[in-house]
């Protein structure tokens, strides 16, 4: 039983448009959120995380939106870069510092 | 430089053979996390643990064995009883207080034939 659901495997856009990334779980015991980005034979990296309290979550270029009535999160990555291109994996846990049940993954190509 | 080390990046063992992924952390992070990562799937916990002496199973946790006798070090033992053991492996640390998120090692691509 999938959690934390990516239904996209594969997005592509182009250099200095949107990146819209969209995530779905089932648990409503999920309370924390996070995405991280992940290049092929590295170890994934943290980009920006969210708790169920807040309903947007800013960080630069990236912003996570989170709507608990419908159980699903997006991130949005603007304007997009060619060094954006990687695989984005969704995470979430039931308490900050609990462990993570992350999704399946969205491979992101920015076109320049 | 603070982070976390995995060694080797790649390791090559014959079927039957147990063998030991190591993980290691200066960032003085309580809880350690070990994950698998096959192709086209997401990361699926293995094993985790939020003090020394003590760890819990994870989704997967048949045929791997692992231990935490010190802080900074969290080995993986791919046991013979594992169906599937050729996988990329990570390794991942945080703190059990703000800020949470896991902060995670380079890899290990294990393949066994």
């Known amino acids: 039983d999938q959690q934390v659901k990516q239904n996209s495997p594969s997005l592509s856009v182009q250099e200095g448009r949107i990146s819209i990334l969209n995530c779905d779980y089932t648990?409503?015991?999920?309370?924390?959120f996070l995405w991280y980005k992940k290049y092929p034979a590295e170890g994934p990296t943290f980009l920006i995380s969210?708790?169920?309290?807040?309903d947007k979550n800013e960080d630069g270029r990236f912003t996570v939106f989170l709507n608990k009535s419908a159980k699903h999160l997006s991130l949005h990555i603007v304007p997009s870069q060619p060094g954006d291109s990687a695989v984005y994996f969704c995470?979430?846990?039931?308490?900050?510092?609990?462990?993570?049940?992350f999704g399946t993954g969205t491979r992101l190509t920015i076109i320049p | 430089d603070g982070g976390i080390t995995q060694s080797p990046k790649y390791l090559f063992r014959k079927e039957g053979q147990n063998v030991t992924l190591s993980c290691e952390q200066n960032?003085?992070?309580?809880?350690m996390y070990w994950y698998r990562q096959d192709p086209g799937q997401g990361l699926r916990l293995i094993y985790y643990?939020?003090?020394?002496?003590?760890?819990q199973k994870g989704d997967i946790a048949e045929g791997y064995s692992v231990s935490r006798e010190k802080k900074e070090s969290f080995p993986l033992t791919v046991t013979s009883a594992q169906k599937n053991p050729t996988a990329f492996y990570l390794c991942?640390?945080?703190?059990?207080?703000?800020?949470?998120?896991?902060?995670f090692g380079p890899g290990t691509r294990l393949t066994v034939t």
């Open positions: 995470a979430a846990s039931s308490l900050p510092g609990e462990k993570l049940t």
């Open positions: 969210i708790s169920s309290i807040k």
């Open positions: 643990s939020q003090i020394v002496n003590d760890f």
């Open positions: 991942a640390s945080s703190r059990r207080t703000i800020p949470y998120e896991q902060y």
């Open positions: 648990n409503s015991m999920f309370d924390y």
């Open positions: 960032l003085n992070h309580d809880a």
